[in-house]
Nanobody, 125 residues
């Protein structure tokens, strides 16, 4: 069973940056498309970004384009979400997820079979 673990969340001021990390033990993340999602209380989980299996194509939600960057580090078995120019409305819990098909990846939660527990991001002065 693939288990994903997120890290890197925290408190940051508006305009600041954070880098979220997603890793798994016992499985290569290269075998999966990896997506980042977020969910605020009382709202639907929404796709933020994903990176496809095999060809590494990346996709972003409009509300993060130009601010967030997704990437893989195969040697470390990690997927990162670099978040720059953070806004208070980016405050929520962020999840990484894995899709075993994943070519291309989609920002649709139903495409993903495996989920991490989430990491809290708070953007506040």
């Amino acid at each position: 069973q693939l288990q994903l673990v997120e890290s890197g969340g925290g408190l940051v001021q508006p305009g600041g940056s954070l880098r979220l990390s997603c890793t798994a033990s016992g499985f290569s993340l290269d075998s999966f498309a990896i997506g980042w999602f977020r969910q605020a209380p009382g709202k639907e989980r929404e796709g933020v970004s994903c990176i496809s299996r095999a060809d590494g194509r990346t996709y972003y939600a409009d509300f993060v384009k130009g601010r967030f960057t997704i990437s893989r580090d195969t040697a470390k078995n990690m997927v990162y979400l670099q978040m720059d120019s953070l806004k208070p409305e980016d405050t929520t819990v962020y999840f990484c997820a894995a899709d075993s098909y994943g070519v291309p990846c989609y920002l649709e939660r139903d495409e993903y079979e495996y989920w991490g527990q989430g990491t809290q991001v708070t953007v506040s002065s």
